[in-house]
């Protein structure tokens, strides 16, 4: 059967070896596994090894789903919201078996308000996340729906990928010309303002938090020996993340976990999102390895 079920996660086993594993806690991919040049399985997301997998607190690594705020919350109906939102935190739910071929074999899980969601987010909506595994691919798609008669649903919507990469090696791009706003900037002004990137490849070499706005849509990741693309549909914007040194700070971050990945994240997360009553958005992100 290539779609396992195992207590608190679901694998999908793909007939050319590639597997993915989805924890029903914030619907987290946590691990993404494709042979090798070698024929040997390879990890291609990072999880550090203190993460928690119980549903205790947000998975460090993996795919975690950043709904519906990004950072700390700015919007009014945010507010009472932690940092990157609920999805995350949320035990969601099999939906249905969508793909189960030789392509490929694609499971869609679902989020419906419950009492300790609604206590912060009191809105009508729907989740639904969507994850197919293809030989070299990997896509995940999260669906919002209004469920409301008559309110707009106003959210940001991101994918928290964490590419596992030599982070002193790994340059990300396109991104030159973008405008973006840099969280590493010690001043809220500063944080504030737009700047513009001026490199042709991005690396991580020290602490980076980037959110560029409108970015192409389609980023090369790579490194010697390795690469992977990430492509987004209806995912505007992307953050580059890696703390660097600062990674001490996080308490689920192993000893030096932050050397070993880069987190490439697409999202709608420069402004909002409002949705229509009755209307579904749709974000996908699609990672497909090239080398190594
Ligand atoms: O520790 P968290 O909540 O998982 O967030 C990790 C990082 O996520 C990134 O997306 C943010 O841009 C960073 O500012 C943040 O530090």
């Avoid at 912060?120 to 008669?149: G, M």
Wanted: charged share 20%.
């Amino acid at each position: 059967m290539p779609v396992n079920q195992e207590q608190d996660k679901y694998i999908l086993i793909h007939p050319k070896g590639p597997t993915v594993t989805i924890l029903l806690y914030g619907a987290t991919i946590t691990s993404w596994k494709v042979p090798d040049n070698s024929g040997t399985l390879q990890d291609r997301l990072f999880v550090s090894s203190k993460a928690k997998l119980d549903g205790t607190q947000p998975v460090r690594g993996g795919i975690p789903v950043v709904f519906p705020c990004f950072g700390a919350p700015v919007h009014p109906d945010h507010q009472k919201l932690p940092q990157h939102g609920f999805a995350r935190k949320e035990t969601w739910s099999y939906d249905s078996t969508v793909m189960d071929n030789e392509a490929g074999v694609s499971v869609r899980f679902v989020l419906n308000p419950n009492e300790t969601i609604q206590a912060v987010f009191p809105k009508a909506f729907r989740l639904f996340y969507v994850v197919t595994l293809a030989e070299h691919q990997l896509s995940t798609d999260i669906h919002v729906e209004n469920t409301s008669q008559n309110d707009l649903l106003t959210f940001q919507a991101l994918l928290h990928t964490y590419i596992r990469a030599p982070a002193d090696q790994v340059i990300v791009a396109p991104l030159q010309g973008l405008k973006f706003h840099d969280k590493t900037d010690p001043t809220p002004e500063g944080r504030a303002t737009l700047q513009e990137e001026s490199r042709s490849a991005v690396d991580v070499r020290k602490f980076t938090d980037s959110v560029y706005i409108d970015g192409p849509g389609k980023y090369d990741v790579s490194w010697p020996g390795g690469g992977m693309e990430v492509k987004a549909v209806n995912l505007k914007d992307v953050v580059v993340w890696n703390p660097q040194e600062e990674g001490v700070k996080i308490g689920d971050m192993e000893s030096d976990g932050w050397k070993r990945y880069v987190c490439v994240e697409p999202g709608h997360v420069g402004g909002f999102i409002s949705l229509e009553p009755g209307k579904t958005w749709i974000g996908q992100q699609v990672l497909t390895v090239k080398s190594g």
